[in-house]
């Protein structure tokens, strides 16, 4: 059975940073994607970032050049940097996987944990 928890959420001022975490276990595949994504309170969910098997990474245009995705296969951890926070990336922040290659749409992803609050103050 899979399961992601992410942690590492919090309140930062404009301009401060937050390292997220997701501990995956049970997700045994070979090739796969990981991303992050966000919802804030009357909007969407989105994707922020994502990374494959192979190490590849892609950004949302809203967080290129602020976040920073990575993975400790060692540890099974995936973590999102984000530097220079805005109010505007005030959200919950949840951790996903899935079988394979990447994708922009949360429909692709079967894998979700249970999400890590950041909020931002201006």
């Known amino acids: 059975q899979v399961q992601l928890v992410e942690s590492g959420g919090g309140s930062v001022q404009s301009g401060g940073s937050l390292r997220l975490s997701c501990v995956a276990s049970?997700?045994?595949?070979?090739?796969?994607?990981m991303g992050w994504f966000r919802q804030a309170p009357g909007k969407e969910r989105e994707g922020v970032a994502d990374i494959d098997s192979d190490g590849s990474t892609s950004y949302a245009d809203s967080v290129k050049g602020r976040f920073t995705i990575s993975q400790d296969n060692a540890k099974n951890t995936l973590y999102l940097q984000m530097n220079s926070l805005k109010p505007e990336d005030t959200a919950m922040y949840y951790c996903?996987?899935?079988?394979?290659?990447?994708?922009?749409?949360?429909?692709?992803?079967?894998?979700w944990g249970q999400g890590t609050q950041v909020t931002v103050s201006s």
């Open positions: 996903a996987a899935r079988v394979d290659y990447c994708s922009h749409s949360i429909y692709e992803y079967k894998y």
């Open positions: 049970g997700y045994t595949y070979s090739s796969y994607c």
